[in-house]
């Protein structure tokens, strides 16, 4: 599963470059792979320690008071839910937000429903106990790769053993 490096993967069709060719500053921020220490964190802290603690960041070592914003995959949707608590609290330091391969509205998730009924969600929750609290990186790219099955899973199959 890409982190921001997606964003910048060689100078001819960097997101990144063009953006700092464009004249604007990029500060980019990324998920850490929590192990078991991080089993009790909350979506809460992820945006405390995340959305808000990266936009003080940038407010400070960029002497700024707004600034524009990518979410990009689960964080656009992080993105998005602090947004919206910014705007209840009267936050104004994001001026505009974009995003790419965000969720936001999970009643239209397409084939990502298949994941998240009851019987998927109680199959995640006893692979995050096994695992101490967190969702393992096998089961999450098995997850994926399940998404795209006759690209990433029956492709090798068929041309190996067919």
């Not at 060689?10 to 980019?28: A, C, E, R, Y």
């Not at 400070?60 to 964080?75: F, K, L």
Request: aromatic letters at 12%.
């Amino acid at each position: 599963i890409n982190k921001f490096y997606v964003l910048d993967l060689q100078p001819k069709n960097s997101m990144i470059k063009w953006l700092t060719d464009q004249g604007h500053t990029v500060f980019l921020v990324s998920w850490v792979n929590p192990d078991e220490d991080m089993a009790d964190a909350t979506f809460e802290d992820y945006m405390r320690e995340g959305v808000y603690a990266a936009t003080q960041a940038v407010k400070e070592a960029a002497s700024v008071n707004r600034m524009n914003a990518v979410g990009y995959c689960i964080g656009g949707t992080l993105l998005s839910a602090a947004l919206a608590h910014m705007a209840k609290t009267g936050d104004t330091s994001i001026q505009s937000a974009t995003f790419f391969a965000a969720q936001a509205d999970f009643k239209l998730a397409g084939d990502l429903l298949i994941f998240s009924d009851d019987k998927a969600i109680e199959y995640l929750e006893e692979k995050m106990d096994q695992a101490g609290g967190v969702l393992d990186a096998q089961t999450m790219a098995d997850t994926f790769n399940s998404l795209r099955s006759n690209d990433l899973i029956w492709n090798y199959g068929v041309n190996n053993y067919l």
